[in-house]
């Protein structure tokens, strides 16, 4: 899956404590390793995203390296972590 992540979003808050706990909540997964096939970080965010190529704006959390949250390119994402709704946690 391609994602891309989402600007202006960095002050918006959770009441999971982060946004990382969030994903990990509503996903029932663990995160590990950074969602970025080509990256070998650990997991440290919930990043906003939205999947891309596939005319679908809904803002998603997804769990990513801080590196990668930072990128303005299009990601390979894996598959294996699902996408979450960030307004479960309103």
Known sequence: MKIKNLTGTSDKTCACDSWLDHWETYSGQKAGAC??????????????????????????????????NQSAEVLDAWDGYPLVSPDACA
């Open 35 to 68: 969602g970025v096939l080509t990256c070998n970080a650990k997991a440290d965010v919930g990043a906003h995203v939205r999947k891309y190529g596939a005319n679908d704006y809904t803002p998603y959390i997804y769990p990513l390296c801080s590196g990668c």
